[in-house]
């Protein structure tokens, strides 16, 4: 079992910059691939990033490559996504969430444990 709380999320004008962190239990962390996604109002939940169980591969959706950095600490148990240049349109709440060995990092049924997600709202 793991369990997954993110932290970090906030109101920030656009061109800011929040980092969000995703705490996780469970001594099998490095072991998993991680990912976050976002959920707009009324939108489906959407793939913004992934990395491998080492760090040496990482993901991203296309609206965030540049401005988006995933990496992970698996001393601390820790993943974490820098939003840099942020947009009204990354408006949403981020959840990561840990994914099923072999399986795509870009669909949410790839994924067992999910966070319980974090705000991030950005002003015009």
């Known amino acids: 079992q793991v369990q997954l709380v993110e932290s970090g999320g906030g109101l920030v004008q656009a061109g800011g910059s929040l980092r969000l962190s995703c705490a996780t239990s469970g001594r099998t962390f490095s072991s998993y691939g991680m990912g976050w996604f976002r959920q707009a109002p009324g939108k489906k939940r959407e793939f913004v990033a992934g990395i491998r169980w080492n760090g040496d591969s990482t993901y991203y959706v296309d609206s965030v490559k540049g401005r988006f950095t995933i990496s992970r600490d698996n001393a601390k148990n820790t993943v974490y996504l820098q939003m840099d240049s942020l947009k009204p349109e990354d408006t949403a709440v981020y959840y990561c969430?840990?994914?099923?060995?072999?399986?795509?990092?870009?669909?949410?049924?790839?994924?067992?444990?999910w966070g319980q997600g974090t705000q991030v709202t950005v002003s015009s």
């Open positions: 969430a840990a994914r099923s060995p072999g399986s795509s990092y870009y669909y949410t049924g790839s994924y067992n444990y």
